[in-house]
């Protein structure tokens, strides 16, 4: 496949799997009530955060295997199959013990459980394919679980508990699933399948995770947290008014993917830095854009993006806008870092996560759930600010020699 080709179906297959993930979110919020939605949201932030482990510790290494052949392959076979046998386990004690506390919350946290395997297990498959370089056997499988997650979701009422919503939803994912596992297995037959490298010390994964775990997950569990101990409504409200900027969230990870060997091939580091800033501009402003044309949206649109929980999800939207746009310039900012030297990305990812919490947790304290949202965007402000500073810092330090880059090629390769 040509590289062209290769990366209009990469961006296509995230494009497809961001979109089955906003119009879950907007499908749930039209089938309930406000209260509903926020169980339902929490229980798929968990979801989100478990996805984003096993994509860090399984997934991310993983595309980053040079070569060809039976290495390649097997790495690929290790992978899936690793992702499968501990979402189980997981799944399993996460059902086993929720079973027995009461609530809605818990019993959707049940439903998760048996479901984990199918939708972590489908999400590894399409890692699989990027190494194997066939995307568009990714991009099928995405399109398969987008048709049968809306076609199961369309043939539930509204009022539907959130535990059958979520079996609904991760049921939904056993066709791809099961199409992916069967394309999978003939693209690699006989290949070994070892789980040993995954699970030894030093593997790039438990680097991954620490990153993704200050960076992504610590802001999503301390805004669950907050819903618990404060507000219910915190969760579903926060959920909704982000869930409206889905499409910048395609064009983030497609930087940050492609970013690099894109950049790469500009020979001059001051060239590649001001070309990040220009495209950090052009996604700020998009999304100033975007939260622009959401606020002009009328009522009756707005409800039937998002049923019940539109009104509280749009008194964010400002907020939420701001936040989006200063994430732009942060997610540019330490795609500028990795390409200078990508070991100064985690201390920042540690210190202005925990202080993006600290912000959200004042913010509420001070002025509710505007004000937690507010907070989470003048967290995300500063870590660009302070990522920006880092890069000049590092520029002016130090010069290497032109069309000198970090690239994949200095990782380990599969075992």
């Not at 618990?228 to 910048?248: I, K, M, W």
């Not at 200078?340 to 990812?349: A, G, K, N």
């Not at 600290?358 to 949202?373: C, E, I, L, N």
Request: proline letters at 5%.
């Amino acid at each position: 496949m040509r590289a062209r080709t290769a990366i209009l179906c990469s961006v296509a297959d995230q494009g497809v799997a961001a979109l089955t993930n906003i119009l879950v979110l907007v499908a749930a919020a039209r089938l309930s009530t406000v209260a509903d939605f926020a169980r339902f949201s929490a229980v798929y932030l968990v979801f989100t955060v478990l996805l984003g482990v096993f994509g860090a510790y399984a997934g991310q290494p993983l595309v980053l295997t040079r070569g060809e052949g039976e290495a390649v392959r097997s790495a690929c076979r290790s992978a899936v199959a690793f992702t499968v046998l501990g979402s189980a386990v997981l799944g399993g004690t996460l059902a086993a013990v929720c079973l027995f506390l009461p609530g809605d919350t818990a019993r959707a946290l049940t439903a998760l459980g048996p479901v984990l395997p199918v939708v972590l297990g489908q999400d590894a498959l399409r890692y699989a394919f990027s190494t194997l370089r066939r995307p568009h056997l990714a991009l099928g499988s995405d399109l398969l679980r987008l048709a049968g997650v809306l076609g199961a979701l369309s043939l539930q009422e509204y009022g539907a508990a959130p535990a059958r919503l979520i079996a609904v939803w991760g049921l939904s994912a056993l066709p791809a699933l099961l199409l992916s596992a069967a394309l999978l297995h003939r693209s690699t037959a006989k290949a070994p399948t070892p789980l040993r490298p995954l699970l030894r010390r030093g593997h790039l994964g438990q680097r991954f995770v620490v990153e993704f775990g200050v960076g992504n997950a610590t802001g999503q569990l301390s805004v669950l947290g907050l819903g618990a101990v404060g507000n219910p409504l915190l969760v579903g409200a926060l959920r909704g008014a982000t869930t409206l900027f889905g499409p910048l969230n395609v064009l983030f990870t497609s930087a940050t993917s492609f970013g690099p060997p894109l950049l790469g091939r500009i020979g001059e580091e001051r060239r590649r830095i001001r070309a990040t800033a220009l495209l950090a501009a052009v996604l700020a402003a998009t999304a100033a854009l975007w939260a622009t044309v959401l606020a002009l949206l009328p009522a009756r649109v707005g409800r039937e993006l998002l049923g019940d929980t539109w009104p509280a999800a749009a008194a964010l939207l400002p907020a939420t806008g701001s936040q989006y746009a200063a994430m732009a310039a942060g997610t540019c900012g330490l795609l500028a870092l990795r390409m200078l030297d990508p070991r100064t990305t985690l201390s920042i990812q540690v210190v202005f996560s925990l202080t993006a919490v600290g912000f959200m947790a004042t913010g509420y304290a001070v002025g509710g759930v505007p004000g937690a949202a507010w907070g989470l965007c003048l967290g995300s402000l500063c870590k660009a600010a302070a990522t920006w500073a880092r890069v000049a810092r590092l520029h002016r330090r130090s010069r290497p020699a032109a069309g000198d880059a970090v690239t994949a090629d200095a990782l380990p390769s599969a075992p």
